[in-house]
């Protein structure tokens, strides 16, 4: 088994977590390939360009937070073989085990004592008047938000081409489950199974009490677009990064992607148990 390795260098251990994982992979017969980011971190020659992992391994295994596994999702391109995620940051909603857990880490991939939580992905087109559209892809959410001006702005959206409402706010958030755990939910949006066919639309600081999350279909096609040209630019992100200036007269259109994102699981963990755990949840 050839397993490819992102490390965040940024994280505090992360040349110890590295290698450490690469002794338990390696002492099971595994071989490890470095990204060139990595590789720079080990102050070793080699390594590959992580949009290269496609083709050279069979699983990647990302080294950081739950940021970190949202960058390596842009920089790994079309990977549809499992990802695994060791958290050597703080939250850790999709990594697959701690920097103390790497000998059962390593364990669990080579004996297939693991599973694969597929998660749906949101594909976004920046559609402007005359111009090709832009695509970007999204784990966690799309929003779209406030600019330069301190003031709430009106986004409108329409879903399957009904109109849905005019969002007097700082912005409108799209996410999926698994985003469910992340922007949504600091702005009031529910939490979601990950398995749940659905995205959630969420406003965010709305002028209106009335104006609530709303949960949806994941077949459906979401339009978003600024609905006061007094407004001035908005602000697009997908996955809190790829910042892009929306004006007036363009529009977002959001749906499922077509393909899915791998996470490794732990067998005998679940949701519902990372809930408790992330969350700390004491119940009565």
């Known amino acids: 088994m050839k397993i490819g390795i992102l490390a965040n260098p940024d994280k505090p251990g992360a040349v110890k977590t590295l290698n450490d994982l ?27 360009s992580a949009a290269d992992f496609a083709q050279e391994v ?31 940051g ?7 085990c701690t920097d103390e857990e790497l000998d059962a880490f ?17 594909q976004a087109s920046v559609i ?4 090709d559209a832009e695509i970007f892809t999204a784990l966690n959410e799309v929003t779209l938000a406030r600019g330069e001006t301190g003031r709430l702005v009106s986004v409108g959206a329409s879903v399957n081409g009904d109109f849905l409402n005019r969002y007097k706010a700082d912005g409108l958030i799209v996410a999926t489950p698994t985003g469910s755990t992340a922007y949504s939910l600091s702005a009031g949006g529910p939490l979601m199974d990950p398995g749940a066919n659905v995205w959630v639309i969420t406003p965010i600081c709305p002028h209106s009490l009335s104006q609530r999350s709303l949960v949806i279909g994941d077949d459906s096609v979401i339009e978003l677009f600024p609905d006061d040209h007094g407004d001035g630019a908005m602000l697009f992100t997908a996955d809190g990064r790829d910042n892009t200036l929306i004006g007036p007269g363009d529009r977002i259109e959001v749906h499922k992607s077509p393909r899915a994102f791998k996470l490794v699981r732990p067998n005998g963990g679940s949701f519902y148990e990372a809930l408790r755990q992330k969350l700390r949840w004491q119940g009565l």
């Open 106 to 122: 390593a364990e669990s991939l080579t004996s297939g004592n693991y599973r694969i939580s597929e998660r749906t992905m949101l």
């Open 128 to 131: 402007r008047p005359g111009k």
């Open 90 to 96: 703080t939250l850790g909603f999709l990594t697959s």
């Open 22 to 48: 690469r002794q338990a992979l390696e002492s099971r017969g595994c071989t490890t390939v470095l990204d060139l980011q990595s590789a720079r971190l080990m102050d070793e020659p080699g390594g590959i």
């Open 58 to 88: 069979d699983i990647a295994a990302v080294l950081g937070g739950d940021g970190t596994m949202l960058n390596a999702v842009l920089r790994l391109g079309d990977f549809r073989k499992p990802v695994a995620g060791i958290n050597i």
